[in-house]
C-alpha cells in the first residue's frame, strides 16, 4: 500500500476532479462543454465493471470490461481508488487509470457518485471535488421524464437516489464547489471558474514542452 502511495506522489501530474451529482442535473452537458473548450486539457479515467459491453462500446474505452474474480482482487489488493455495486454489477476506478491520465499532464476527471466521493476522501488523491446539483426535485423529475428513456420503476429509483445525494451534497466540506445548475451557462461560467487556474497549469506546461 506505501509503494502505490509513493508512485501516486511522485506522478504529480494536474490535480483531478471529482464530479458528482444526480443522473438529470447536467453533468454530461457540462463535461461536454468544457472537454469541447479545453480540448487537450482533460482526460477521463477509463472506469471498470463487471457488466457486459452494450453495442458500440469498446473495451479499454468506454470500460475495462472484467469479471467479478478479477475485479475483487483488485480491490482486495488496494489496486482501487473508489469502487461501488450498481444494478448487481460491480464498477470502479482504478488508481493506474487515473495515473494513466496523469502521465500525459491531463486533468483526470472522475464521474462518480456520492459513495464514491467518500471512499476518494479517504485516499491521498487530493482531487478538486465539485458537485452538480438541479435547482430543485421538481425541475429534476420533469427532465429525467422528458428525457423519455425509462420505465417508472427506474425512474423512481432515480429520484430517490437524487433526493439523498441533494442531501449528502450539503454536508459542509464535502465538496470544494457545488454549482447548482438552474441556467446552463452561469452553471458553465460556475465551473471553469472553479478550474481555471489546474486549466492554466496544464495550458502553461504543453506550452513549453
Known amino acids: 500500500m506505501r509503494d502505490l502511495c509513493t508512485k501516486e506522489k511522485a506522478m504529480a501530474g494536474p490535480r483531478p476532479v471529482v464530479f458528482s451529482g444526480p443522473s438529470g442535473a447536467g453533468k454530461s452537458t457540462l463535461l461536454k462543454k468544457l472537454m469541447k473548450e479545453y480540448d487537450g486539457v482533460f482526460g477521463f479515467s477509463v472506469s471498470h465493471t463487471t457488466r457486459n459491453p452494450r453495442p458500440g462500446e469498446e473495451n479499454g474505452r468506454d470500460y475495462h470490461y472484467v469479471t ?3 475485479m475483487q482482487t483488485g480491490i482486495d489488493k488496494g489496486d482501487f481508488i473508489e469502487n461501488a455495486e450498481f444494478s448487481g454489477n460491480m464498477y470502479g476506478t482504478s488508481k493506474a487509470a487515473v495515473q494513466d491520465v496523469q ?7 472522475l464521474d462518480i457518485d456520492m459513495q464514491g466521493v467518500k471512499n476518494i476522501k479517504r485516499t491521498d488523491l487530493s482531487p478538486i471535488y465539485i ?15 422528458d ?26 466540506g464535502l465538496f470544494d464547489v457545488v454549482i447548482v445548475n438552474d441556467n446552463l451557462e452561469d452553471a458553465y461560467e460556475q465551473l471553469k471558474a472553479a478550474l481555471l487556474e489546474e486549466i492554466n497549469k496544464v495550458k502553461k506546461i504543453n506550452m513549453s514542452s
Open 68 to 70: 467479478r474474480e478479477v
Open 103 to 109: 502521465a500525459k499532464n491531463l486533468i483526470c476527471i
Open 131 to 145: 458537485s452538480i446539483q438541479p435547482p430543485s426535485m421538481n425541475v429534476l423529475e420533469k427532465r429525467l421524464r
Open 147 to 172: 428525457r423519455k428513456t425509462e420505465s417508472e420503476e427506474s425512474l423512481l429509483k432515480r429520484l430517490h437516489a437524487a433526493q439523498v445525494d441533494m442531501e449528502i451534497s450539503k454536508e459542509p
